[in-house]
């Protein structure tokens, strides 16, 4: 992945998976992906759906994702065409689904005081930084097999250019 130029959500401390998709739309969307990204943090940030730009970039406090294990709350950013969450810390689950799913996930605790929605990013995975205004954000790498993981598109999509 080369550095690339992204603009910012920015949302708080734990933002749950209910809020990022309305569990009342679990059994009635069938993961059609103009239905996910259509709800996608609609009761957090209404105007998100329709404003959310492929390459946009999701900024979070700490423990994002946390609540069930609903993919759906994964699979609605990226149906939005949410290029990555870079949060303080993750719930675990999400972590996990948005890896399995191809969401790039980063924790990065130091930039998230540092940001505002509206503002552009560079990210840049081979040197493991953010870049705001001048100011450079280092993360931990992702493990190389992550990283293929995601950027193939997930761990099916993965798993079968692999076998």
């Known amino acids: 992945m080369a550095r690339t130029r992204h603009r910012v959500w920015k949302y708080g401390d734990s933002v749950n998976t209910d809020v990022i998709f309305p569990g009342k739309y679990t059994y009635s969307i069938d993961n059609d992906p103009a239905g996910l990204a259509r709800h996608a943090l609609e009761d957090l940030d209404p105007g998100f759906a329709n404003s959310v730009e492929s390459g946009d970039v999701i900024v979070a406090g700490r423990n994002w994702g946390n609540g069930s294990s609903r993919e759906q ?35 990065c605790p130091e930039i998230v005081d540092q940001v505002e929605s509206g503002v552009m990013i560079e990210l840049d995975m081979e040197a493991a930084e953010i870049t705001c205004d001048g100011r450079r954000y280092a993360f931990a790498q992702l493990p190389a097999q992550v990283r293929e993981v995601v950027e193939a598109g997930g761990i099916i999509a993965y798993l079968q250019r692999n076998s």
């Open 73 to 107: 709350a994964v699979t609605c950013l990226l149906a939005a065409g949410v290029h990555a969450v870079v949060a303080k810390s993750f719930a675990r689950i999400y972590y996990r689904n948005a890896i399995n799913s191809g969401l790039l996930v980063i924790e």
